[in-house]
């Protein structure tokens, strides 16, 4: 039955477009309002003359239909309709990295390949190595802990937490998962003996993310559940918004909310204008603006998962800022790093023929002559993709080559966006990386360029609005801080307000944007008091879920037939109670775990014996089926 009520929500990025679509599966109308003149926001690629540029996704995190990660992560993906949409690549290297020699490194992603390959080029850095593997393998069964879902009462953070000690197998394992979110890639590179393999760890994703993101990257990767998309990026947003217009949802393109309507601290609708959105001269952007007519849009619920700043600070002029998010963002000015890349179309087959597809990309370690300078930064890695999808060039003898890296604002900054100067940053920046793509790439000729185009952090800004082009805000902070920093969807102090997008998830990406607007609409429901309902299960979890069952059933079956053939031999009750409390454990374990599986031996042994056969079935059900599950 549909809801009566219209939810409006801002912003047509990862975020905005999931929210949209799982509105429609619970039963609400909804409408998205976006200022750009295509859907996307952040996940997004464009056309420069023949070719396709692609500005975000390097990978995306549980694509792969024949799923190993959390049922959740690739029920988000089939919910939008990326996993049955989209194709994908699903590389065994993770990344190529050029020695300062000269020298290719092939580095894997699988932990069993990457352990003894580490070793041999750092023994003294055994046990360091060790621990990063160890960490990889725990990922590889348990799926990665990074969800946009923040636990809002304690009864929840209860939950959460015996969540992930079922699904890491343990308090122990849990506390060693938290204890490496705590820590930064940076930090824990510098333990490392031999500055080769502190140089090799800094380039797995060189910016001062959480340890966790680069090594469950690595674990995805190796499980085969983390694709490289091969139409682009802008293929995958098209795929989710043609989703969520076949259910019923509608997009208003080129409309930039300039206000909310709020009546009595009750949030009514926004007011928004229509025109050009991207002007290179704010100045001339904010005439426009000024002069273009003012639309109203009513709406029961409002859900915001544009810039976050922008909502706090130049709408609802930091009124409403809770007073800790104020405190932080003083101490922190700027929200994260940016990008910077340039992109490369060539007409040769040279790279094509060269490039081995089996990796994700290349990744050089720069001397320090040969060091990407941007302003006061000099950068010593970056990455070097090569783009060959039909949607990406024009033909079969053409390449896309992507030379990127990831920068602090600070870097620009001292610039004026509209300034000679600026233009003279694009084209150091244009100079250095065909310098490093001839040099590190087989096959890159600059005679064979027929397309240049420079991306910088004042790039971002400009068509999505994120302040100072940080496109992953809430990434780069340790676990402990995210979390204060983090905004409640709820807004305090003002009713059918919710906020949803990157600075409430825990990491930066596209599935903690999709897993936020999934989120936000659960809230929802549970404020209406509905129950939340997603899309149908995708058949890879559906299949888990029947191994799972066929196993707790056979379990079962087993120690009922068990205790009833000790009960009729005459076998003490006791006996009989622990025997079938074991096997029910047993058999229960095989399909989803110990725990549950000594916690049906205790009440089987309970119901037939008492106390000491609940004790006794409990005891036996769960180390065998601790043995068995693992």
């Not at 894997?108 to 390949?113: G, T, V, Y």
């Not at 929802?524 to 149908?536: A, Q, R, V, W, Y």
């Amino acid at each position: 039955m549909k809801s009566t009520k219209h939810v409006l929500i801002i912003g047509a990025g990862m975020a905005g477009l999931s929210a949209g679509i799982h509105a429609q599966l619970n039963g609400y109308q909804s409408e998205i309002i976006e200022m750009h003149d295509s859907v996307g926001g952040l996940c997004t690629s464009w056309k420069r003359k023949r070719y396709e540029v692609d500005g975000c996704c390097h990978f995306l995190m549980g694509s792969s239909k024949d799923t190993r990660t959390p049922a959740a992560y690739h029920q988000v993906w089939s919910d939008l309709g990326v996993a049955e949409g989209c194709e994908f690549l699903y590389p065994d290297i993770y990344q190529t990295t050029i020695l300062p020699n000269g020298k290719s490194l092939n580095i894997p992603s699988h932990p069993d390949k990457l352990e003894p390959l580490l070793k041999e080029l750092s023994p003294e850095d055994g046990p360091l190595i060790e621990e990063m593997c160890k960490f990889i393998r725990m990922v590889m069964k348990g799926g990665p802990l990074q969800s946009s879902y923040t636990p809002r009462s304690k009864a929840q953070k209860i939950g959460w937490l015996l969540g992930l000690i079922y699904t890491y197998g343990g308090l122990k394992s849990v506390k060693s998962i938290l204890a490496t979110t705590g820590q930064d890639l940076q930090s824990f590179a510098q333990r490392a003996k031999s500055p080769l393999l502190r140089d090799l760890l800094l380039s797995l994703w060189d910016t001062p993310w959480t340890l966790m993101f680069p090594l469950s990257l690595l674990a995805l990767c190796a499980a085969h559940d983390s694709g490289v998309p091969v139409h682009g990026s802008q293929h995958i947003s098209n795929t989710v918004a043609d989703r969520y217009r076949k259910l019923g949802g509608s997009v208003s393109l080129r409309e930039r909310v300039v206000d909310l309507i709020i009546k009595d601290s009750i949030v009514c609708g926004v007011r928004t204008t229509r025109g050009v959105t991207h002007v290179r001269d704010p100045a001339r952007a904010q005439e426009i603006l000024r002069q273009a007519e003012v639309t109203e849009h009513r709406a029961d619920i409002v859900i915001w998962t544009a810039e976050v700043e922008a909502l706090m600070t130049h709408i609802l002029h930091d009124k409403y800022t809770p007073p800790h998010i104020r405190a932080l963002r003083e101490e922190h000015p700027v929200p994260g790093h940016s990008f910077a890349m340039v992109a490369f179309g060539l007409r040769s087959p040279a790279v094509r023929e060269q490039y081995e597809l089996s990796t994700m990309g290349v990744c050089p370690l720069l001397s320090e002559e040969d060091a990407i300078v941007m302003g006061p930064v000099r950068q010593r890695s970056c990455w070097l993709r090569v783009f060959q999808g039909p949607m990406m060039v024009p033909s079969e003898q053409c390449s896309v080559v992507e030379c990127s890296f990831w920068i602090p604002f600070e870097s620009v900054a001292h610039v004026r966006y509209t300034s000679a100067e600026y233009d003279a940053l694009k084209q150091s920046l244009q100079d250095q990386m065909t310098a490093i793509a001839e040099k590190y790439l087989p096959g890159f000729c600059r005679e064979d360029i027929e397309m240049v185009d420079v991306v910088t952090p004042y790039t971002y800004t400009r068509y999505t609005g994120v302040r100072n082009g940080a496109i992953c805000a809430n990434t780069f902070r340790p676990f402990k801080q995210k979390e204060r920093f983090q905004l409640d969807p709820v807004v305090p102090g003002l009713r059918n307000l919710l906020v949803s997008g990157m600075w409430l998830a825990s990491g930066g990406g596209l599935y903690p944007a999709a897993m936020s607007g999934r989120t936000v609409v659960s809230i929802l429901c549970e404020m209406d008091g509905k129950k939340f309902k997603t899309g149908p299960a995708p058949r890879a979890v559906t299949r888990k879920r029947l191994r799972a069952a066929g196993r707790m059933v056979t379990g079962a079956a087993v120690g009922a037939a068990v205790g009833v053939l000790g009960m009729n031999s005459g076998m003490d009750l006791t006996f009989s109670a622990v025997t079938a409390g074991a096997a029910l454990g047993a058999g229960t374990a095989l399909g989803i775990g110990s725990k549950l599986g000594a916690l049906l031996g205790v009440c089987c042994g309970a119901c037939v014996a008492g106390p000491l056969g609940a004790l006794a079935g409990g005891a036996v059900g769960g180390v065998l089926g601790k043995m068995l599950a693992w």
